[in-house]
């Protein structure tokens, strides 16, 4: 009997799930399945509103409406840019104010103004005699010209142009008569200068200029604004010129 017992339980080996009685393995596998599903909503449900959510994204409907806010940026960008060139356009017509207003010969307000109202000279050089204007503008082959006449300190100063339009300019600096006696040289020595293009010559009367030796204002007379005398005259342009004598006349009223 003892040993009939000793067989029984002997063929019938033990095992870690003895305890669930009659349902054995069933219930286990049941129990297995239930965790299973358990775990399973939980990381399905993420999974599943994520690929909701890229679904969404994906849709033509979203791209559409991501591309329209982009559009709209873009199309705020360009107003602000057109606004910013406008302004800029503005400050540059403003900036140009000083050649807006001139004469019929293009010669800007802002020039006129700085010409003197009255003023002309008179320079005689061998046998020829220039007639200048110490007053308004003149503009010759693009170039313009300033005329102005004006004494202070007792000198009397004048630069021009040709009065009959030929592209020949003067300039001159006529100090007081007794110049020379003065301690502190306050005065340059006075000094005509004739540039004449058109013939290619630059006539300088000059004592204080090096490079023009033997040319020199001789005597002359000075009175308010109004000088005249005799000068001798170089051309400095040309390598061999020889001293010619003359004369000049300049009135900052005439």
Do not use: K
């Amino acid at each position: 009997m003892t040993q009939h017992e000793t067989r029984v339980r002997g063929s019938r080996p033990s095992h870690p799930f003895h305890g669930f009685g009659a349902l054995g393995w069933p219930a286990l596998l049941l129990s297995l399945l239930m965790v299973l599903a358990a775990c399973g909503n939980d990381d399905g449900g993420a999974a599943t509103e994520a690929a909701a959510e890229a679904t969404v994204a994906g849709t033509p409907a979203a791209e559409a409406e991501d591309s329209g806010d982009a559009a709209s940026e873009t199309e705020d960008g360009g107003d602000d840019a057109a606004a910013e060139a406008e302004e800029s356009g503005d400050d540059a017509a403003g900036g140009g104010d000083i050649t807006a207003d001139s004469d019929e010969d293009g010669v800007p307000d802002a020039l006129q103004d700085l010409a003197s109202e009255t003023g002309s000279a008179t320079v005689t050089i061998g046998d020829q005699t220039f007639e200048f204007s110490l007053a308004g503008t003149s503009t010759n082959e693009g170039t313009t010209h300033i005329g102005r006449c004006e004494s202070f300190f007792g000198m009397v100063m004048g630069n021009g142009f040709a009065a009959d339009g030929r592209d020949i300019t003067v300039g001159m600096e006529i100090p007081p008569v007794d110049w020379e006696t003065y301690e502190d040289e306050r005065f340059d020595p006075p000094s005509i200068e004739v540039e004449d293009e058109e013939n290619n010559a630059s006539w300088v009367a000059d004592q204080g200029n090096d490079f023009v030796s033997g040319s020199s204002v001789g005597e002359y007379e000075l009175e308010g604004v109004t000088a005249s005398g005799s000068a001798t005259f170089v051309n400095q342009w040309a390598t061999d010129a020889e001293p010619v004598e003359g004369s000049f006349e300049i009135d900052c009223e005439a």
